[in-house]
């Protein structure tokens, strides 16, 4: 009897991970995003755009978040959701930094790959990111990050703008 309940919370708990785990994977198959993440040569010598903040909460392998795009003194408030590739964990990431390469706020918005760079386990403490859209808009984001997360080292977010 004791087996068998251990088989059942078992089983109860392995479901919902391997379904978390498998959207994660299954939204990286068919991205509309490049496959090269950019890096500080892929803006060398560009002036940035713009600014960003942005604060995103790490929940299983699913991101939810939101921020501030400010271009020329204006301010456009986004919200973003996202994967992790691998099974995710539970953090929180504040992070600030530049925009290069937007032209027109249309172009801001879209799926954008985020090279995390570390393949493994990360814990709280610095984070740099870097993430490009289709458009080729590119965001060098620095910050903290509390918490503690697996990844693959890649993950993707998608971002509109506030009241669409």
């Not at 386990?121 to 509390?146: F, P, Q, Y």
Request: overall charge positive.
């Amino acid at each position: 009897m004791i087996a068998k309940a251990r088989r059942m919370r078992m089983h109860t708990w392995s479901i919902p991970v391997a379904i978390a785990a498998l959207l994660s994977l299954a939204g990286c198959v068919s991205s509309p995003v490049p496959v090269k993440v950019p890096t500080a040569q892929s803006v060398a010598g560009l002036s940035p755009s713009g600014t960003v903040t942005l604060t995103e909460a790490v929940v299983g392998g699913f991101v939810a978040g939101e921020g501030i795009l400010t271009v020329e003194g204006k301010k456009y408030p986004f919200r973003l959701i996202g994967s992790v590739i691998g099974p995710g964990g539970a953090s929180k990431v504040v992070v600030t930094g530049d925009v290069y390469k937007l032209t027109d706020i249309a172009m801001f918005e879209g799926v954008y790959a985020q090279g995390t760079g570390k393949v493994g386990l990360e814990t709280s403490g610095g984070s740099e990111l870097w993430l490009e859209n289709k458009a080729g808009v590119i965001m060098h984001l620095r910050g903290a990050s509390a918490g503690i997360s697996l990844s693959l080292g890649r993950d993707e977010v998608f971002i509109q703008m506030k009241g669409k």
